[in-house]
């Protein structure tokens, strides 16, 4: 018998200019990234299950889905109850999906691909494709999915690292959001409105502590950078900072502080999330994506340290 295969599948690592990544096979994520020998992201050990979505590809929708029900096209569908407690379908299809690496690896770059099948709630094909990439200016990841079904169907994409800045607490960091409305959620964390940040507990347009508040919110209504992308900063009183950046094909950020994380990971970082739409969009129709018979999607985010000030 062979040895023990590791939870999240195969390893594949890229490095370059003093920055490595782990991308994993089940999943499709990030189970690892670090610049110089330091932590980058709250990642997870081989031999863990992956914790909290750390890392995780979510497709085909991001967030929850009230009941996992929703009506596409004039048909009704009925998805699993992901996250039964809360009686929602959360987090999408490919979560524990195995992807695999093409021919194209190189030491500083990987593409994985995964292939959705047709299923109860969710009746398309699609196929998925990430580029890895690494180097001086950090960690970016180009996705792309393409309909292969002969009908249009819904769609929606986002991913979920964790940032972590060493020896520094969630309380303590710095961080800016660049979103001038929330959305306000019921107890089962499903839109039920928006209201605008400025003045609020919840405004960090502009960078400044999060001190002891809880967030698990999602930020829209951007305020983008020239080229139509946003980015959302964690940053230390010391200068030290976390830049995650996302393209036009995001307009909603997920934040979270981990504070419904069990054991040491309770608290530990902080989830950045840019997303392509907001939670339960396959139900409200807002900023969905309507992918045609061999259309393709297509988006790009990056993380990588910076300096502050």
């Not at 986002?158 to 309380?171: F, I, K």
Request: charged share 20%; glycine share 12%; proline share 7%.
């Amino acid at each position: 018998m062979g040895g023990r295969v590791a939870p999240s599948g195969e390893q594949w690592t890229i490095a370059a200019a003093g920055h490595e990544a782990v991308v994993v096979e089940v999943g499709g994520g990030l189970r690892q990234y670090t610049a110089d020998g330091v932590a980058v992201i709250d990642g997870y050990a081989e031999d863990q299950m992956c914790p909290g979505s750390a890392g995780h590809v979510l497709a085909p929708w991001p967030n929850r889905i009230r009941d996992g029900r929703y009506s596409f096209g004039g048909t009704a569908y009925q998805l699993p109850l992901t996250e039964p407690d809360r009686h929602n379908a959360i987090h999408g299809l490919v979560q524990w999906a195995r992807w695999r690496a093409t021919e194209s690896a190189s030491a500083d770059a990987l593409t994985v691909e995964c292939d959705v099948p047709p299923q109860p709630g969710y009746p398309w094909a699609l196929a998925l494709r990430t580029t890895w990439r690494i180097g001086p200016d950090g960690l970016q990841a180009a996705h792309t999915a393409t309909n292969l079904d002969a009908t249009p169907c819904p769609f929606g994409f986002s991913v979920h690292p964790y940032v972590v800045l060493a020896d520094v607490a969630v309380s303590d960091l710095k961080l800016r959001v660049p979103g001038r409305n929330r959305l306000l959620l019921d107890g089962r964390l499903l839109p039920i409105g928006a209201a605008r940040v400025h003045g609020s507990e919840f405004d960090f347009t502009d960078a400044r502590r999060i001190g002891t508040l809880e967030l698990d919110n999602t930020f829209g209504d951007l305020i983008r950078e020239a080229d139509g992308g946003s980015r959302v900063t964690l940053s230390t009183e010391d200068g030290r900072g976390v830049e995650v950046w996302a393209d036009q094909a995001f307009g909603w950020w997920q934040v979270y502080t981990g504070d419904t994380l069990p054991g040491e990971r309770h608290r530990r970082s902080v989830a950045v999330e840019p997303m392509t739409c907001p939670p339960d969009t396959f139900r409200s129709g807002r900023d969905l994506v309507v992918l045609e018979p061999g259309e393709t999607w297509q988006g790009a985010w990056g993380i990588r340290p910076v300096r502050e000030g």
